[in-house]
């Protein structure tokens, strides 16, 4: 394995109250009290945020939010800051998710301006890129990810960059079943990185994490982490049960 420090997020976008959503973060934190070496975070809805993340307090689970605004504070009914996000106890946030960008209208720029005020309230961004089936199907994967990659961080520097973590999720493989082969993982990942190397230089290159998101299960995992530029897994349905999720946060290393 690399010498990149695993992350493993959990993403339960609109589910659970705030009484289930403590439940089984509690639950959680004594399935994968024995985990070290990986970071672990989930993400909560956001009226969960704050008790989530005083249960989880010292404990080796950090939280994110799902989504964020790119202004500190204002008239934008509905909306949260960057700095709301790190008082209710957040070290991470997830950015441009391809439901947001399907369903909310979700664009390379707003990612881009999501970033900045992110990274500049001290939040860790996990920017979300992939494809479409039809963009895939012709063979326009490396064109869509090259944009959504070089627009979304337009203005980032290298320093910052150390605030990013890229999670690639083919759009085809969320909540579908499918997953992405693990060489069709990799191919993507190498894709990513090599991108990140000629913006940037080697040494962030060989930092930054790129996490693979679409389907993961705990059936997939540890073929999924044994890819070289594979560095953790952004996790949606598998994330909301402790059984299916404490499985996955215990990948095991092949090879």
Same mark, same amino acid.
């Given at each position: 394995?690399?010498?990149? +420090?695993?992350?493993?997020?959990?993403? *339960?976008?609109?589910?659970?109250?705030?009484?289930? /959503? @403590?439940?089984?973060?509690?639950?959680?934190?004594?399935?994968?009290?024995? !985990?070290?070496?990986?970071?672990?975070?989930?993400?909560?809805?956001?009226?969960?945020?704050?008790?989530? =993340?005083?249960?989880?307090?010292?404990?080796?689970?950090?939280?994110?939010?799902?989504?964020?605004?790119?202004?500190?504070?204002? /008239?934008?009914?509905?909306?949260?800051?960057?700095?709301?996000?790190?008082?209710?106890?957040?070290?991470?946030? !997830?950015?441009?998710?391809?439901?947001?960008?399907?369903?909310?209208?979700?664009?390379?720029? +707003?990612?881009?301006?999501?970033?900045?005020?992110?990274?500049?309230?001290? #939040?860790?961004?996990?920017?979300? !890129?992939?494809? #479409?089936?039809?963009?895939?199907?012709?063979?326009?994967?490396?064109?869509? @990810?090259?944009?959504?990659?070089?627009?979304?961080?337009?203005?980032?520097? =290298?320093?910052?960059?150390?605030?990013?973590?890229?999670?690639?999720?083919?759009? *085809?493989?969320?909540?579908?079943?499918?997953?992405?082969?693990?060489?069709?993982?990799?191919?993507?990942?190498?894709? !990513?990185?090599?991108?990140?190397?000629?913006?940037?230089?080697?040494?962030?290159?060989?930092? +930054?994490?790129?996490?693979?998101?679409?389907?993961?299960?705990?059936?997939?995992?540890?073929?999924?982490? /044994?890819?070289?530029?594979?560095?953790?897994? @952004?996790?949606?349905?598998?994330?909301?049960?402790?059984?299916?999720?404490?499985?996955?946060?215990?990948?095991?290393? #092949?090879?």
């Amino acid at each position: 394995m690399s010498s990149r +420090t695993p992350l493993i997020a959990g993403n *339960w976008k609109m589910y659970k109250t705030v009484p289930e /959503a @403590l439940e089984t973060a509690e639950q959680l934190k004594e399935a994968v009290i024995d !985990i070290s070496g990986r970071e672990i975070v989930i993400s909560p809805p956001y009226v969960c945020l704050f008790p989530v =993340a005083v249960a989880l307090k010292g404990s080796n689970i950090v939280v994110a939010g799902q989504n964020v605004f790119w202004e500190d504070e204002g /008239a934008y009914t509905g909306e949260v800051s960057p700095g709301m996000l790190k008082s209710a106890g957040c070290a991470y946030t !997830i950015i441009g998710h391809s439901e947001r960008r399907q369903y909310f209208g979700e664009t390379n720029e +707003t990612v881009n301006k999501k970033i900045k005020m992110s990274i500049a309230a001290g #939040l860790t961004c996990i920017v979300c !890129i992939g494809e #479409l089936l039809e963009e895939r199907e012709t063979g326009r994967t490396f064109a869509v @990810l090259e944009t959504q990659l070089s627009e979304g961080l337009d203005g980032i520097s =290298a320093p910052q960059m150390a605030a990013v973590v890229i999670a690639y999720e083919p759009v *085809w493989a969320i909540g579908t079943g499918k997953t992405a082969t693990t060489a069709q993982a990799e191919e993507a990942h190498r894709f !990513i990185r090599s991108r990140i190397e000629h913006a940037y230089g080697s040494e962030v290159s060989g930092t +930054t994490r790129i996490l693979y998101g679409g389907s993961v299960k705990p059936d997939n995992i540890d073929q999924l982490m /044994a890819e070289e530029d594979v560095d953790g897994v @952004l996790v949606g349905g598998a994330s909301l049960k402790v059984e299916s999720f404490s499985r996955i946060v215990h990948f095991v290393v #092949l090879g």
